[in-house]
């Protein structure tokens, strides 16, 4: 799967993903996230796990285990265009605001909002054809989900 889907973000014309590609692609794009600020460090870990275990309903090891995969095609995949055009290709609109708030969970994971991650947050968010008010409620439901 991790060759598979390096193969297909290093295509310029990938075909559609499979649903586990488009899981390793979104933990990857999380990655990419949490990677942004040059700080990745184990809150911003365990809050990847959490999002892929509530989203794709997978145990805390299988969640683990896809987070250490995504790491690795984080590190050597192209861009993070390739990440979400894959992504938008397999995934419905209103799920593509779920992504939106899974990077927003990430993001705030460590209680600071950093220049480098919102503007990765904005990017993915653009190039998911999700506009800016629903990227602004996506955040404020995250930090009301926070207390």
């Not at 996230?33 to 990745?40: F, G, K, T, V």
């Not at 600071?112 to 993915?124: F, H, P, S, T, V």
């Not at 008010?133 to 955040?139: E, F, G, I, T, V």
């Amino acid at each position: 799967m991790l060759k598979s889907l390096l193969s297909l973000l290093a295509d310029p014309a990938p075909r559609p993903l499979t649903a586990p590609d488009a899981e390793l692609a979104l933990a990857a794009l999380l990655v990419r996230l949490a990677r942004a600020d040059e700080h990745y460090d184990e809150a911003e870990k365990i809050r990847i796990e959490q999002v892929l275990t509530r989203r794709g309903g997978l145990t805390h090891a299988q969640a683990t285990e896809l987070r250490r995969e995504a790491e690795v095609v984080e590190a050597e995949a192209p861009d993070t265009v390739r990440f979400t055009r894959a992504l938008k290709d397999k995934i419905a609109h209103e799920d593509r605001i779920g992504v939106i708030e899974a990077l927003w969970e990430v993001a705030l994971a460590d209680d600071a909002r950093d220049a480098e991650e919102d503007a990765l947050i904005r990017l993915a968010a653009n190039l998911l054809g999700v506009n800016d008010r629903d990227s602004a409620l996506a955040r404020q439901r995250v930090l009301a989900g926070r207390g």
